[in-house]
């Protein structure tokens, strides 16, 4: 991480690619169909890998064999289709999912030993009192400590079917004796909506993370309450979400827009359309919403910042979207692994396809934010690139652009300060999250204690603890100047938010970071000005 003009792409970019936009189907081929066994295609690449399993002269492993064989063949194809193996799709599906069984913690492996950061909220280890700090150290009477094993496995000893028990017994600082505990594994919720609160009296806020299979159920509960307390407008925070399932973006929007009203359509490769219309009377159809978006808002994040743009509904704050417009289809392949296939192209309502280009292969394609930050558009609105002849107009009279991305109605620049970058990454990839972890076990009892008011009025960042984060970078082998007088602010909010975060979950941690956010002034300034 050294080097002073190091521009580091946000984490999401690459997850952003992973995920796309998913159709809710997915399909499993059956291989004795007629249609496959008598395709020539198929016999000749089967018949070359038993030539090989039987033949060749030195033993190969041809399941890799294979394995290269399908990236090559979509890599040939477009940048979202993608191969998942089998040991990837367990947990690819389970993060879109939206839940999975368990005992619900977050933990660190130190030292051998299974160490709680938090217990995950709505899961069955928050509701027996499992705290941040305890060490697990026998699950049903085995040992979990000092064996050298991997996450992976631990993780096996802890998760298993639904309503089985698990005994664990734990060391609590402070207590002598190891505490028993007998939990139900149950359904433990992986959340999309990271936050949800009010900014001011009338205007609420919204952050989702992705699109997962409960996207819309938690939207639904949080608009729900923002209503209850008053929410006549709303922020909804779509920056840094890469995309998921198409269904659940087509939902959302849905709240915005009056029945009837285009959301979007979709073409296959025989030109086949294939349009989705607002059914319903939605929750916050007569409210004002603002949608916040940035360079790495992907894929369904773009349907629904596209599908209100075009109907003229609410405005789109910040900067330009990723420019994703492929739709894809899981298919599994009969072995536990999968391949996420791209079936069609999606429109926004008024005929724009947001996907940007990807003529100059893949390598061009996914460092499109390094041309984008090198040609000053982070900076600046004037910079954005638009080709006239994928103008469009709104019912309103809006001027619209297709061919890469949902420009913004109201564009809020980005801080491309390096260092700043930097702690941002710090922030996102773990890093901090581990110093921050190591200050709470230095007093684990007063932590544990505190009240999320407490925690605001007593907490304080100080100079030592950001030292002891610079020491610490440094064992890392980190160069970091943001430890420096003019960023240490940024420093003390990221470092008081990770300890909010691991205290009091996403939904505290997102308010922090959203203190003194541009995009989020620029909402409240907006709203206040009507």
Known sequence: MKGKNK????????????????????????PSDELFTANPKKQKLNRLIDYIDYEYVDDVNTDSIVDVTVNKILENLDPHSVYIPKEEYARVTENMKGDFVGIGVSFYNIQ???VVIKALEGGPSEKIGIRGGDRI??????KLFNLDISEDSITTQLKGKENTRVTIKVLRKGIKDLLTFKIKRGKVPLKSVDASYMLTDKLGYIKIDRFSETTYKEFSEAITELKAKGARELALDLRDNPGGYL???INIADEFIKDDKLILFTKNKSGAIEETYAQREGSFEDGKVYVLINENSASASEVVAGALQDNDVGTIIGRRSYGKGLVQREMELGDGSAVRLTI???????????????DNGNESYFNDYMRRYKNGELNSEDSIEVNDSLRYVTPGGKVVYGGGGIIPDIFVPKDTDSEKEKLTFLLRSGYMSRFVFSILEENREYYNSITKEEFRNEIEITDKMISDFDRYLRQLNIGLKATSDSHKPLLKKYLKAEIAQQLFG?????????????LIEKVIQLSDEK
């Open 137 to 142: 150290l026998y699950a049903n009477g085995k």
């Open 112 to 114: 051998d030993t299974i």
């Open 7 to 30: 521009i580091y792409t946000p984490l999401l970019l690459s997850i952003a690619c992973a995920i796309g936009l998913i159709l809710g189907a997915r399909l499993n081929f059956d």
């Open 344 to 358: 069609a192209r999606y429109y926004t309502p008024t005929g724009r396809s947001i996907q940007k280009p990807y």
């Open 506 to 518: 996403n939904n505290v941690f997102e308010r922090y970071l959203n203190e003194d956010d541009r």
């Open 247 to 249: 269904s659940e973006a």
